[in-house]
Protein backbone atom coordinates (compact mmCIF):
# COMPACT_ATOMS: atom_id res chain seq x y z
CA UNK A 1 0.00 0.00 0.00
CA UNK A 2 1.39 3.36 -0.80
CA UNK A 3 2.48 5.82 1.71
CA UNK A 4 -0.04 8.99 2.05
CA UNK A 5 3.02 10.94 2.47
CA UNK A 6 0.13 14.47 1.65
CA UNK A 7 -1.75 13.42 4.73
CA UNK A 8 0.74 14.50 7.41
CA UNK A 9 2.52 17.24 5.13
CA UNK A 10 0.53 19.03 2.54
CA UNK A 11 3.99 21.64 1.85
CA UNK A 12 6.32 19.18 0.76
CA UNK A 13 5.78 18.99 -3.35
CA UNK A 14 9.36 17.09 -4.15
CA UNK A 15 10.03 13.71 -3.24
CA UNK A 16 11.77 10.29 -4.18
CA UNK A 17 10.09 6.98 -4.25
CA UNK A 18 10.33 3.97 -5.91
CA UNK A 19 8.22 2.76 -9.01
CA UNK A 20 6.19 -0.68 -7.43
CA UNK A 21 3.94 -1.32 -10.62
CA UNK A 22 4.68 0.34 -14.12
CA UNK A 23 1.73 -1.31 -16.64
CA UNK A 24 2.30 0.34 -19.67
CA UNK A 25 -0.61 1.77 -22.01
CA UNK A 26 -0.95 4.21 -25.10
CA UNK A 27 1.75 6.95 -24.73
CA UNK A 28 1.11 6.61 -20.89
CA UNK A 29 1.90 4.35 -18.33
CA UNK A 30 0.32 3.84 -14.47
CA UNK A 31 2.36 3.18 -12.17
CA UNK A 32 1.88 2.69 -8.12
CA UNK A 33 4.65 3.87 -5.73
CA UNK A 34 6.00 2.94 -2.75
CA UNK A 35 5.24 6.70 -1.05
CA UNK A 36 3.43 9.63 -2.60
CA UNK A 37 2.99 13.24 -2.08
CA UNK A 38 0.44 13.36 -5.05
CA UNK A 39 -3.18 13.62 -3.95
CA UNK A 40 -5.63 11.80 -6.09
CA UNK A 41 -9.14 12.65 -6.85
CA UNK A 42 -11.20 12.30 -3.78
CA UNK A 43 -13.36 14.05 -1.26
CA UNK A 44 -15.10 15.61 -4.37
CA UNK A 45 -11.48 17.32 -4.98
CA UNK A 46 -9.50 16.73 -8.53
CA UNK A 47 -6.21 15.13 -8.15
CA UNK A 48 -2.63 16.91 -7.75
CA UNK A 49 -0.53 17.72 -10.85
CA UNK A 50 3.36 17.81 -11.72
CA UNK A 51 5.51 15.57 -12.86
CA UNK A 52 7.25 12.11 -12.39
CA UNK A 53 10.86 12.05 -13.95
CA UNK A 54 9.89 14.72 -15.86
CA UNK A 55 6.83 13.24 -17.83
CA UNK A 56 3.80 14.96 -16.82
CA UNK A 57 1.42 13.49 -14.32
CA UNK A 58 -2.58 13.48 -15.95
CA UNK A 59 -4.42 11.87 -13.26
CA UNK A 60 -3.81 10.05 -10.03
CA UNK A 61 -6.91 7.80 -9.01
CA UNK A 62 -7.16 5.51 -6.16
CA UNK A 63 -8.23 1.95 -7.38
CA UNK A 64 -8.87 -0.94 -4.96
CA UNK A 65 -6.89 0.71 -2.45
CA UNK A 66 -3.88 1.95 -4.45
CA UNK A 67 -3.07 5.16 -5.85
CA UNK A 68 -2.69 4.86 -9.83
CA UNK A 69 -0.32 7.55 -10.94
CA UNK A 70 -1.13 7.95 -14.86
CA UNK A 71 2.16 9.25 -16.48
CA UNK A 72 2.72 10.34 -20.24
CA UNK A 73 5.84 8.56 -20.42
CA UNK A 74 7.43 5.40 -19.65
CA UNK A 75 8.94 4.02 -16.44
CA UNK A 76 10.03 0.84 -15.54
CA UNK A 77 9.38 -1.34 -12.42
CA UNK A 78 11.71 -0.59 -9.38
CA UNK A 79 13.18 2.19 -10.71
CA UNK A 80 13.90 5.13 -8.04
CA UNK A 81 11.69 8.27 -9.59
CA UNK A 82 11.54 11.92 -8.70
CA UNK A 83 8.17 13.74 -7.79
CA UNK A 84 7.45 17.10 -8.55
CA UNK A 85 3.81 18.26 -7.35
CA UNK A 86 2.43 21.40 -9.00
CA UNK A 87 2.57 23.91 -5.89
CA UNK A 88 0.80 26.69 -7.60
CA UNK A 89 -2.37 24.20 -8.47
CA UNK A 90 -1.91 22.29 -5.36
CA UNK A 91 -1.95 25.58 -3.01
CA UNK A 92 -4.86 27.42 -4.65
CA UNK A 93 -6.89 23.83 -3.78
CA UNK A 94 -5.38 24.01 -0.41
CA UNK A 95 -6.71 27.41 0.17
CA UNK A 96 -10.04 26.99 -1.31
CA UNK A 97 -10.69 23.31 0.42
CA UNK A 98 -9.76 25.07 3.99
CA UNK A 99 -11.92 28.05 3.22
CA UNK A 100 -14.51 25.34 2.53
CA UNK A 101 -14.32 23.81 6.27
CA UNK A 102 -14.48 27.57 7.43
CA UNK A 103 -17.50 27.99 5.96
CA UNK A 104 -19.31 24.87 6.13
CA UNK A 105 -18.71 24.64 10.33
CA UNK A 106 -20.09 28.49 9.77
CA UNK A 107 -23.25 27.25 8.47
CA UNK A 108 -23.56 24.21 10.89
CA UNK A 109 -22.98 26.09 13.94
CA UNK A 110 -25.60 28.94 12.61
CA UNK A 111 -28.03 27.21 10.42
CA UNK A 112 -27.42 23.31 11.58
CA UNK A 113 -27.13 22.32 7.93
CA UNK A 114 -24.46 19.71 6.58
CA UNK A 115 -22.56 20.09 3.69
CA UNK A 116 -24.00 17.22 1.52
CA UNK A 117 -21.90 18.05 -1.48
CA UNK A 118 -19.01 19.32 -2.56
CA UNK A 119 -16.78 19.69 -6.12
CA UNK A 120 -13.09 21.47 -6.33
CA UNK A 121 -11.98 21.54 -10.13
CA UNK A 122 -10.41 23.84 -12.51
CA UNK A 123 -14.08 24.54 -13.72
CA UNK A 124 -15.70 24.58 -10.71
CA UNK A 125 -15.80 25.08 -7.08
CA UNK A 126 -19.13 24.04 -5.16
CA UNK A 127 -20.50 23.59 -1.98
CA UNK A 128 -24.22 22.10 -1.65
CA UNK A 129 -25.89 22.44 1.73
CA UNK A 130 -28.98 20.57 2.93
CA UNK A 131 -31.14 23.60 4.00
CA UNK A 132 -32.03 27.32 2.23
CA UNK A 133 -29.60 30.23 2.94
CA UNK A 134 -30.99 33.77 1.81
CA UNK A 135 -28.44 36.33 0.03
CA UNK A 136 -28.36 38.05 3.25
CA UNK A 137 -27.93 34.56 5.11
CA UNK A 138 -24.76 34.00 3.23
CA UNK A 139 -23.71 37.88 3.33
CA UNK A 140 -23.14 37.66 7.65
CA UNK A 141 -21.57 34.16 6.84
CA UNK A 142 -19.34 35.36 4.37
CA UNK A 143 -18.44 37.53 6.80
CA UNK A 144 -18.09 35.37 9.39
CA UNK A 145 -15.49 33.11 7.55
CA UNK A 146 -13.10 36.64 6.28
CA UNK A 147 -12.78 37.21 9.92
CA UNK A 148 -12.15 33.93 10.90
CA UNK A 149 -9.56 33.95 8.53
CA UNK A 150 -7.86 37.29 9.10
CA UNK A 151 -7.90 35.73 13.05
CA UNK A 152 -5.17 33.43 12.08
CA UNK A 153 -6.43 29.96 13.58
CA UNK A 154 -4.16 26.79 13.14
CA UNK A 155 -5.08 24.09 11.05
CA UNK A 156 -3.71 20.41 12.14
CA UNK A 157 -5.03 17.29 10.95
CA UNK A 158 -4.52 13.69 12.38
CA UNK A 159 -5.79 10.74 12.39
CA UNK A 160 -7.14 9.88 16.27
CA UNK A 161 -6.95 7.04 18.34
CA UNK A 162 -10.54 4.71 17.89
CA UNK A 163 -11.51 6.01 22.30
CA UNK A 164 -10.25 9.59 21.44
CA UNK A 165 -12.58 9.34 18.19
CA UNK A 166 -15.44 8.17 20.35
CA UNK A 167 -15.08 11.23 22.47
CA UNK A 168 -15.04 13.83 19.90
CA UNK A 169 -17.99 15.82 18.43
CA UNK A 170 -17.11 16.08 14.70
CA UNK A 171 -18.74 17.07 11.09
CA UNK A 172 -18.81 14.38 8.37
CA UNK A 173 -20.08 13.60 5.24
CA UNK A 174 -20.58 9.98 5.41
CA UNK A 175 -19.59 7.00 7.81
CA UNK A 176 -16.11 6.31 7.98
CA UNK A 177 -14.92 2.46 8.25
CA UNK A 178 -11.18 2.48 10.02
CA UNK A 179 -9.24 5.05 10.95
CA UNK A 180 -10.80 8.76 10.18
CA UNK A 181 -8.46 12.01 9.29
CA UNK A 182 -9.75 14.74 11.41
CA UNK A 183 -9.08 18.66 10.20
CA UNK A 184 -9.09 20.92 13.02
CA UNK A 185 -9.90 24.57 12.51
CA UNK A 186 -8.42 25.69 16.06
CA UNK A 187 -11.84 26.98 17.96
CA UNK A 188 -14.03 27.09 14.90
CA UNK A 189 -14.80 23.07 13.52
CA UNK A 190 -13.82 19.39 13.26
CA UNK A 191 -14.41 17.50 10.71
CA UNK A 192 -13.42 14.23 9.06
CA UNK A 193 -11.66 14.75 5.66
CA UNK A 194 -8.68 13.52 3.60
CA UNK A 195 -7.56 16.33 1.30
CA UNK A 196 -4.60 18.86 2.24
CA UNK A 197 -5.25 21.59 4.01
CA UNK A 198 -3.05 25.06 4.62
CA UNK A 199 -1.39 25.61 8.54
CA UNK A 200 -3.50 28.55 9.48
CA UNK A 201 -6.69 30.28 8.19
CA UNK A 202 -4.98 33.30 7.42
CA UNK A 203 -3.29 31.64 4.45
CA UNK A 204 -7.09 31.08 3.08
CA UNK A 205 -6.42 34.29 2.27
CA UNK A 206 -9.88 35.67 1.52
CA UNK A 207 -13.60 33.95 0.80
CA UNK A 208 -16.17 35.09 -2.04
CA UNK A 209 -19.56 33.45 -2.46
CA UNK A 210 -19.88 34.44 -6.24
CA UNK A 211 -23.47 32.70 -6.49
CA UNK A 212 -26.44 31.03 -4.57
CA UNK A 213 -28.84 29.00 -6.32
CA UNK A 214 -31.67 26.48 -5.06
CA UNK A 215 -30.58 22.98 -5.27
CA UNK A 216 -32.17 19.78 -4.20
CA UNK A 217 -34.37 21.29 -1.36
CA UNK A 218 -31.15 22.88 -0.14
CA UNK A 219 -28.48 25.70 -1.86
CA UNK A 220 -25.58 25.23 -3.95
CA UNK A 221 -22.77 27.64 -3.65
CA UNK A 222 -19.88 28.79 -5.80
CA UNK A 223 -17.09 30.24 -4.34
CA UNK A 224 -13.63 31.33 -4.36
CA UNK A 225 -10.43 31.55 -1.92
CA UNK A 226 -7.12 33.74 -1.96
CA UNK A 227 -5.44 33.46 -4.92
CA UNK A 228 -7.97 31.78 -6.95
CA UNK A 229 -10.56 35.01 -5.75
CA UNK A 230 -7.87 37.64 -7.06
CA UNK A 231 -8.15 35.95 -10.39
CA UNK A 232 -12.06 35.81 -9.91
CA UNK A 233 -11.65 39.59 -9.49
CA UNK A 234 -9.49 40.34 -11.85
CA UNK A 235 -11.99 38.63 -14.71
CA UNK A 236 -14.88 40.17 -13.41
CA UNK A 237 -12.95 43.71 -13.18
CA UNK A 238 -11.52 43.05 -16.82
CA UNK A 239 -15.16 42.21 -17.83
CA UNK A 240 -16.41 45.23 -16.39
CA UNK A 241 -13.83 46.86 -18.10
CA UNK A 242 -15.19 45.57 -21.72
CA UNK A 243 -18.43 45.89 -21.43
CA UNK A 244 -17.98 49.90 -20.10
CA UNK A 245 -15.87 50.35 -23.17
CA UNK A 246 -18.53 48.44 -25.39
CA UNK A 247 -20.74 51.29 -24.04
CA UNK A 248 -18.64 53.96 -23.91
CA UNK A 249 -19.61 54.38 -20.07
CA UNK A 250 -17.48 54.72 -16.91
CA UNK A 251 -18.23 51.73 -14.83
CA UNK A 252 -20.74 53.46 -12.26
CA UNK A 253 -23.02 54.23 -14.99
CA UNK A 254 -22.87 50.98 -16.73
CA UNK A 255 -26.68 49.62 -15.33
CA UNK A 256 -28.11 53.45 -16.36
CA UNK A 257 -26.57 53.36 -19.58
CA UNK A 258 -27.72 49.28 -20.47
CA UNK A 259 -31.04 50.52 -19.37
CA UNK A 260 -31.28 52.82 -22.15
CA UNK A 261 -29.94 50.99 -24.85
CA UNK A 262 -31.52 48.05 -24.20
CA UNK A 263 -34.64 50.73 -24.18
CA UNK A 264 -33.72 52.06 -27.71
CA UNK A 265 -33.61 48.66 -28.98
CA UNK A 266 -36.97 48.02 -28.10
CA UNK A 267 -38.32 50.84 -29.43
CA UNK A 268 -35.95 49.96 -32.71
CA UNK A 269 -37.61 46.81 -32.79
CA UNK A 270 -41.00 47.77 -32.24
CA UNK A 271 -40.69 51.12 -34.83
CA UNK A 272 -39.34 47.97 -37.47
CA UNK A 273 -42.07 45.42 -36.93
CA UNK A 274 -44.47 48.71 -37.54
CA UNK A 275 -42.89 49.17 -40.83
CA UNK A 276 -42.25 45.80 -41.56
CA UNK A 277 -46.15 45.58 -41.28
CA UNK A 278 -47.20 48.38 -43.39
CA UNK A 279 -44.79 46.99 -46.17
CA UNK A 280 -46.47 43.31 -46.07
CA UNK A 281 -49.82 44.95 -46.36
CA UNK A 282 -48.77 47.08 -49.47
CA UNK A 283 -47.34 44.23 -50.89
CA UNK A 284 -50.29 42.04 -50.25
CA UNK A 285 -52.98 44.50 -51.38
CA UNK A 286 -51.23 45.66 -54.63
CA UNK A 287 -50.82 42.11 -55.50
CA UNK A 288 -54.61 41.37 -55.08
CA UNK A 289 -55.24 44.52 -57.33
CA UNK A 290 -53.64 43.22 -60.10
CA UNK A 291 -54.91 39.57 -60.32
CA UNK A 292 -57.26 37.67 -60.69
CA UNK A 293 -59.72 36.83 -57.80
CA UNK A 294 -59.29 32.66 -58.46
CA UNK A 295 -55.20 32.95 -58.54
CA UNK A 296 -52.95 30.96 -55.99
CA UNK A 297 -51.10 33.38 -54.26
CA UNK A 298 -47.60 32.47 -52.91
CA UNK A 299 -45.72 35.63 -50.94
CA UNK A 300 -41.63 35.44 -50.78
CA UNK A 301 -41.26 38.20 -47.39
CA UNK A 302 -38.09 39.09 -46.64
CA UNK A 303 -39.02 40.06 -43.12
CA UNK A 304 -38.82 39.13 -39.73
CA UNK A 305 -40.37 35.40 -39.99
CA UNK A 306 -42.37 36.38 -36.93
CA UNK A 307 -44.49 38.36 -38.83
CA UNK A 308 -45.81 35.55 -41.27
CA UNK A 309 -48.69 35.29 -39.53
CA UNK A 310 -49.77 39.02 -39.62
CA UNK A 311 -49.49 38.40 -43.47
CA UNK A 312 -51.58 35.41 -43.89
CA UNK A 313 -53.70 37.31 -41.68
CA UNK A 314 -54.10 40.14 -44.31
CA UNK A 315 -53.37 37.73 -47.29
CA UNK A 316 -56.94 36.04 -45.97
CA UNK A 317 -58.72 39.34 -45.62
CA UNK A 318 -58.60 39.37 -49.56
CA UNK A 319 -58.99 35.73 -50.43
CA UNK A 320 -60.15 32.69 -49.39
CA UNK A 321 -58.14 29.82 -51.57
CA UNK A 322 -54.74 28.54 -50.57
CA UNK A 323 -52.21 30.90 -49.64
CA UNK A 324 -48.81 30.45 -48.84
CA UNK A 325 -46.50 32.41 -47.19
CA UNK A 326 -42.57 32.23 -47.31
CA UNK A 327 -40.09 34.28 -44.90
CA UNK A 328 -36.53 34.36 -45.32
CA UNK A 329 -34.91 33.27 -42.30
CA UNK A 330 -30.77 33.46 -43.05
CA UNK A 331 -29.23 31.93 -46.40
CA UNK A 332 -31.30 29.39 -48.68
CA UNK A 333 -33.71 29.17 -45.12
CA UNK A 334 -37.11 29.90 -44.97
CA UNK A 335 -40.13 29.83 -42.31
CA UNK A 336 -43.48 28.65 -44.22
CA UNK A 337 -47.25 28.89 -43.35
CA UNK A 338 -49.55 27.78 -45.75
CA UNK A 339 -53.49 27.81 -45.52
CA UNK A 340 -56.53 27.14 -47.07
CA UNK A 341 -58.38 23.76 -47.67
CA UNK A 342 -57.33 20.45 -46.80
CA UNK A 343 -54.96 20.18 -49.92
CA UNK A 344 -52.10 21.94 -48.02
CA UNK A 345 -51.54 18.77 -46.05
CA UNK A 346 -50.48 16.93 -49.44
CA UNK A 347 -48.63 20.06 -50.22
CA UNK A 348 -46.46 19.97 -47.23
CA UNK A 349 -45.51 16.39 -47.59
CA UNK A 350 -44.50 16.99 -51.27
CA UNK A 351 -42.39 19.43 -49.47
CA UNK A 352 -41.36 17.68 -47.05
CA UNK A 353 -40.44 14.90 -49.87
CA UNK A 354 -38.66 17.54 -52.35
CA UNK A 355 -36.63 19.36 -49.93
CA UNK A 356 -36.59 17.55 -46.31
CA UNK A 357 -38.93 20.37 -45.24
CA UNK A 358 -39.29 20.06 -41.49
CA UNK A 359 -42.98 21.14 -39.85
CA UNK A 360 -46.47 20.00 -38.73
CA UNK A 361 -49.72 21.40 -38.59
CA UNK A 362 -53.18 20.88 -38.41
CA UNK A 363 -56.59 20.17 -40.97
CA UNK A 364 -56.15 23.28 -43.37
CA UNK A 365 -53.29 25.24 -42.22
CA UNK A 366 -49.52 23.58 -41.75
CA UNK A 367 -46.11 25.64 -41.08
CA UNK A 368 -42.67 24.95 -40.75
CA UNK A 369 -39.03 25.40 -42.09
CA UNK A 370 -37.57 24.56 -45.40
CA UNK A 371 -33.58 24.72 -46.84
CA UNK A 372 -33.85 25.42 -50.35
CA UNK A 373 -33.22 28.65 -52.65
CA UNK A 374 -35.94 30.26 -53.51
CA UNK A 375 -35.78 30.16 -57.55
CA UNK A 376 -36.40 26.02 -56.75
CA UNK A 377 -39.22 27.09 -54.38
CA UNK A 378 -41.33 29.30 -56.51
CA UNK A 379 -40.86 26.29 -59.08
CA UNK A 380 -42.11 23.43 -56.89
CA UNK A 381 -44.93 25.91 -55.94
CA UNK A 382 -45.65 26.67 -59.67
CA UNK A 383 -46.21 23.53 -60.73
CA UNK A 384 -48.77 23.22 -58.04
CA UNK A 385 -50.35 26.29 -59.66
CA UNK A 386 -49.63 28.78 -56.94
CA UNK A 387 -47.43 31.46 -58.22
ZN1 LIG B 1 -12.51 18.48 3.63
Given at each position: ????????????????????????????????????????????????????????????????????????????????????????????????????????????????????????????????????????????????????????????????????????????????????????????????????????????????IVSLENYKGGVRLSYRCGLRALEHYRECLALLGTTGRLLSAKQEDIPATLTKVLEDG??????????????????????????????????????????????????????????????????????????????????????????????????????????????????????????
Open positions: MTERLYENDSYTVSFDAEAKSVQNGDGVCFVTLDRTFFFPEEGGQSCDRGTINGYPVTDVQIRGGEIIHTVAGQLSEGAKVHGEVDWEYRFRNMQMHSGEHVFSGLVFRYFGYSNVGFHLSENSATMDYNGKLSADDVSMLEEQANRIITEGHAIRAWVPSKEELAGLTYRSKKEIDGDVRLVEIEGVDLCACCVPHVRSTSEIGFLKRQLSFRLLEAERKLVSGQIRSRFGVDARDAKPLFFLTADPGILRFAMDEAETYFTGICVVMAAQGEGRFRYLMEGDESVAALQKELKGRFGAKGGGASGSVSGSVSASGEALREFFAEHGIQ
